[in-house]
């Protein structure tokens, strides 16, 4: 199984071999930080089966050994690796896959830094669009 993905505008493309071994939602606070958001899905993949095939990413050194790669033209972030705690792994943001609903999440982790109201995100009222614009 092949996959694709890429940023927003296109200027940063990648390419996976094979299907991800896990998919995450990771709610550290470094995620937060980084993202802009309560949550990040992750697709964890073998370094050796991941390739860059188009565009050169900008990578920032997030905390310690954790490496965050980016789009350096609209920003979209794109991958994690970090050699100390997945070593050999490509930590890959999930939505920026073409076909992003193709995997599940199937763990939550760093649950103990989540935001306190994700834990209720299902009772919070839901629009299929924003509110009055349907």
């Not at 890429?6 to 991800?20: L, Q, S």
């Not at 470094?30 to 089966?49: E, F, L, R, T, Y």
């Not at 905390?63 to 994690?80: H, K, M, V």
């Not at 760093?110 to 629009?127: D, K, N």
Request: hydrophobic share 35%; net charge negative.
């Amino acid at each position: 199984m092949s996959l694709s993905g890429g940023c927003r505008c296109g200027a940063v493309r990648y390419e996976i071999a094979h299907g991800p071994g896990r998919v995450s939602v990771c709610h550290c606070r470094d995620c937060q930080k980084s993202a802009g958001a309560p949550m990040v899905a992750w697709a964890i993949v073998p370094k050796n089966d991941f390739r860059i095939s188009a565009g050169a990413p900008q990578v920032t050194n997030s905390s310690g050994d954790s490496f965050r790669y980016f789009c350096p033209s609209c920003g979209t972030g794109l991958y994690y690796i970090n050699e100390t705690y997945l070593p050999g792994i490509v930590d890959v943001q999930l939505m920026t896959l073409d076909e992003p609903g193709t995997f599940t999440p199937d763990a939550q982790v760093q649950t103990a830094e989540q935001a306190g109201w994700m834990a209720h995100l299902s009772e919070i009222p839901a629009f299929p669009r924003y509110p009055g614009m349907e």
